[in-house]
């Protein structure tokens, strides 16, 4: 499944690993933390890292014409994009239906998989969460994920400095739950490394763009 995740999505197999390890750190940073000690225990945190690729699992159920757009989506367009969530929640479920018993790592990942894009005001989807309603591993998995998608180029943007990054999530605090913001300004440096020790390759990137433009001639057709 992470294999495929990696094949599917639409940024970069290190997308895919640095946000892997910015869980890992947030994780560490907050396993004493008196709201967060009961869950982050040392097989939880193992488990969060080995779940936390398939957070965009759902990709692989997204058309090309989205998922490799390389401008801004219309309304429309951002309405099915936003159900990658819910696809990797089913493909997930469908995996412990095969199964016939639960998992505590096809549990986090599907906590992961659905509720990414929770904010904690309340204005992220697919729910609407509030607050403590979203799951531990989504909270984490939040931050990590909009970090990521900030520093890093895209085919329909350039990567912007770390520290506006580090600006951006501050500003849009209400957003993120409060006391993981915290963790991430605590370990700056550790984030900063981890997106130097797995860069986008240009090749990469150009791989992206070619596969963008030939998704966008075949829908033209």
Partial sequence: MTALAKTRDSETGNHICRTQHYVLALSMALQTHPR???F??????????KSAPLHDIGKVGIPDRILLKPGSFDASEMEIMKTHTTLGRDAIQYAERLLEHGLDF?????????SHHEKWD????????VGDEIPIPALLMAVADVYDTIISRRVYKPGM????????IMTKGHHFDPDIVDAFLSILDEFKAISRQFPDADGAMQEQVDSAALSMEAVDD
């Fill in 161 to 168: 400095p770390h520290l506006r990054a580090v600006d951006i």
């Fill in 40 to 49: 982050l225990t040392n097989r939880n945190i193992e488990i969060l890292f």
């Fill in 36 to 38: 967060f000690s009961h």
């Fill in 122 to 129: 309340g204005s992220g989807y697919p729910q609407g969460l």
């Fill in 106 to 114: 096809l549990t986090i990942a599907k906590q992961i998989a659905y």
